[in-house]
């Protein structure tokens, strides 16, 4: 079942573009509001320490799976997904 959520953010450039990639990997759709799907898939313009939201649509464990990812690679990053119950 696709889901649609919100993935908060908060880090550096090379941790926006490793998320949007991890999670593009597991199957997921990723957008950054106010852009377009088709036209950008890249979280280059993610500054430091800027607190950044990525819309994510894909399976709920495809989604926890990317996230997972990120979260192992960078420990210290803040990565919250909507609704999640951990």
């Known amino acids: 079942m696709t889901e649609i959520r919100r993935i908060t953010l908060e880090g550096s450039r090379p941790i926006g573009r490793t ?3 991890m999670l593009e990997e597991e199957g997921v759709t990723v957008q950054l509001p106010g ?3 088709t036209e ?3 979280a280059r313009d993610v500054a430091e320490g800027v607190i950044t939201t990525v819309i994510a649509a894909g399976t709920l ?3 926890k799976a990317g996230v997972r990812k990120v ?3 960078f420990p210290r990053a803040t990565i919250k997904i909507e ?3 951990d």
């Open 83 to 85: 609704a999640e119950d």
């Open 40 to 42: 950008y898939r890249d």
């Open 61 to 63: 464990d495809a989604i």
């Open 35 to 37: 852009r377009h799907t």
């Open 71 to 73: 979260r192992w690679r």
């Open 19 to 21: 998320l949007v990639q």
